[in-house]
């Protein structure tokens, strides 16, 4: 048995950064949204990702009145570490941009923060769907079909579509005429979150000839710490043991710093890659996010990037439901493409210059080492690193 069809103006598939930013951003507008996601609100809010976010994210938080939390229990760091040879470099953000600091608030703590406000606003959002189907879309009247949670199946007629449904997510298939761009890195990372005090007030970035190493955090309780590995490596493969002793090595310094052990409680690996669809519009549906890009995470970009589609999305969207005109969507893949390839620039950048790469010639190892050299002496080159790393300003 079928349930009577259902409207709104924009359905949105997929409750990430992206869909949630959208969907409180289309909801100042006036506008209205449902959100459709396959997992349960549990799994959505308990995946440990993303730990930074950008100035202007945090603005907009703010902005959106959604930064109560985060105002407590994030932490502001004024710059990060870049530590190799032995030796720590710290790079003041703060200076070198005039004021712009970054913010370690994980992204499942965003995420909570955003389905309680949402749902607290009176907001549809439906989790646990499955069997999401795109349709019409180049008509004026674009459908979703879904089963709820239920096992009910439902339709679900909207003015637009919003793709915001990952990486592997189904919509970008529905792009026609795209072009993708890709490059795999020959490295992953293996990422681990341990019970400890933080070693360090700020992130470290450690280059060492046995591979790249990074310290984050999660909270005063929890760090956040990987290590550089091969792409298909399996957990199994690193005992703790194995762990701590590569993390001491690449971190150690010559003044004697050091790293505060801890029970490890979670551990995985991840491979990673950069990835770019040039084309983010098809008749009315639009994606946005990890579903139209992906980076390394040596830049922390992937979220920021996804909530600055977001942000273009709704604007678009905006102009159209207050003017009629459609210029403003017509220009969103153009808009969101320049900020996008700046930010895989950016990724790019920060992986190949931390990273050792076995396919990398004596020549270029060189090459690495000397933009290392130069970012940490030269304030030009740091401002250029800092610029992009607290986040280029929206358009
Ligand atoms: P998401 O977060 O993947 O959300 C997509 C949602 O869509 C749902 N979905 C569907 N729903 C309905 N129907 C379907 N057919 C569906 N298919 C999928 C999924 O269940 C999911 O809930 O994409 P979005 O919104 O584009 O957000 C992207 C970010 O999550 C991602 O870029 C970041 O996590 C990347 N990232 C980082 N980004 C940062 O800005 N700063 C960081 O410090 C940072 N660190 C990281 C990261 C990603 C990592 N991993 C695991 C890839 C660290 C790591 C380890
Ligand atoms: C994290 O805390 O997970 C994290 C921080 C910085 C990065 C990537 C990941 O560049």
């Given at each position: 048995?079928?349930?009577?069809?259902?409207r709104?103006?924009?359905g949105?598939?997929g409750?990430g950064p992206?869909?949630?930013?959208l969907a409180h951003?289309?909801?100042?507008?006036g506008?209205?949204?449902?959100?459709?996601?396959?997992?349960?609100?549990?799994e959505v809010?308990?995946?440990?990702?993303?730990?930074?976010l950008?100035?202007?994210?945090?603005?907009?938080?703010q902005d959106l009145?959604?930064?109560?939390?985060m105002?407590?229990?994030?932490?502001f760091?004024?710059?990060i570490t870049?530590r190799f040879?032995?030796e720590?470099?710290?790079l003041?953000?703060?200076?070198?941009t005039?004021?712009?600091?970054?913010t370690?608030?994980?992204?499942h703590?965003?995420?909570?923060?955003?389905?309680a406000?949402?749902l607290?606003?009176?907001?549809e959002l439906?989790f646990?769907v499955?069997?999401?189907g795109?349709?019409d879309l180049?008509t004026?009247?674009p459908r979703?079909t879904?089963?709820t949670?239920?096992?009910?199946?439902?339709v679900?007629?909207?003015?637009?579509?919003a793709g915001?449904d990952?990486s592997?997510?189904?919509?970008?298939?529905s792009i026609?005429?795209?072009t993708?761009?890709?490059?795999?890195?020959?490295?992953?990372?293996l990422g681990i979150?341990?019970?400890?005090p933080?070693?360090?007030?700020?992130?470290i970035?450690?280059?060492?000839?046995?591979?790249f190493?990074?310290?984050?955090?999660?909270?005063?309780?929890?760090?956040?710490?990987y290590i550089?590995?091969g792409p298909?490596?399996?957990v199994?493969e690193?005992p703790d043991e194995r762990i701590?002793?590569e993390?001491h090595r690449?971190?150690?310094?010559v003044?004697?710093?050091?790293?505060t052990e801890?029970?490890?409680?979670q551990?995985?690996?991840?491979?990673?890659?950069?990835?770019v669809?040039?084309?983010?519009?098809h008749?009315?549906?639009f994606?946005?996010?990890?579903?139209?890009h992906?980076?390394?995470p040596t830049?922390?970009?992937g979220?920021?990037?996804?909530?600055?589609?977001?942000?273009?999305?709704?604007r678009?969207l905006?102009?159209?439901?207050?003017t009629?005109r459609?210029?403003?969507?017509?220009?969103y893949t153009?808009?969101?493409?320049?900020?996008?390839w700046?930010?895989?620039r950016?990724?790019?950048?920060?992986t190949?210059?931390?990273?050792?790469?076995?396919?990398?010639?004596?020549?270029?190892?060189?090459?690495?080492?000397?933009d290392?050299d130069?970012?940490v002496h030269?304030r030009?080159?740091?401002t250029?690193?800092?610029?992009n790393y607290?986040?280029?300003?929206?358009?």
């Amino acid at each position: 048995m079928s349930t009577p069809p259902r409207r709104t103006q924009v359905g949105i598939i997929g409750a990430g950064p992206a869909g949630l930013f959208l969907a409180h951003l289309l909801h100042r507008q006036g506008i209205k949204s449902v959100i459709l996601e396959t997992r349960t609100r549990e799994e959505v809010e308990g995946t440990i990702r993303a730990g930074v976010l950008e100035q202007w994210t945090v603005d907009l938080m703010q902005d959106l009145g959604l930064g109560e939390r985060m105002r407590r229990e994030g932490h502001f760091h004024r710059g990060i570490t870049l530590r190799f040879a032995g030796e720590s470099h710290h790079l003041d953000f703060e200076d070198l941009t005039g004021g712009k600091r970054v913010t370690v608030y994980p992204q499942h703590e965003v995420l909570k923060d955003l389905v309680a406000a949402r749902l607290a606003d009176g907001g549809e959002l439906h989790f646990g769907v499955r069997d999401v189907g795109l349709h019409d879309l180049t008509t004026d009247r674009p459908r979703l079909t879904y089963t709820t949670r239920d096992g009910e199946p439902q339709v679900l007629h909207c003015d637009f579509i919003a793709g915001v449904d990952g990486s592997q997510g189904l919509s970008r298939q529905s792009i026609e005429g795209r072009t993708e761009y890709g490059h795999l890195y020959p490295f992953g990372w293996l990422g681990i979150l341990v019970e400890a005090p933080p070693s360090h007030h700020e992130l470290i970035y450690a280059r060492h000839e046995r591979g790249f190493a990074l310290l984050s955090t999660r909270s005063p309780e929890i760090q956040r710490l990987y290590i550089q590995c091969g792409p298909t490596d399996d957990v199994a493969e690193y005992p703790d043991e194995r762990i701590w002793s590569e993390l001491h090595r690449r971190l150690e310094t010559v003044d004697g710093w050091t790293l505060t052990e801890g029970r490890i409680f979670q551990k995985g690996v991840i491979g990673m890659r950069s990835f770019v669809c040039d084309r983010m519009q098809h008749g009315r549906l639009f994606i946005a996010g990890d579903a139209a890009h992906i980076v390394p995470p040596t830049g922390a970009k992937g979220l920021n990037l996804a909530v600055a589609d977001a942000v273009y999305l709704s604007r678009g969207l905006d102009c159209f439901y207050r003017t009629g005109r459609q210029d403003g969507l017509d220009r969103y893949t153009e808009t969101c493409l320049r900020r996008i390839w700046k930010a895989e620039r950016f990724s790019w950048y920060m992986t190949t210059l931390l990273h050792t790469n076995p396919a990398e010639s004596p020549f270029e190892h060189r090459i690495r080492l000397a933009d290392l050299d130069y970012v940490v002496h030269s304030r030009a080159a740091a401002t250029a690193l800092a610029e992009n790393y607290v986040g280029l300003p929206l358009d």
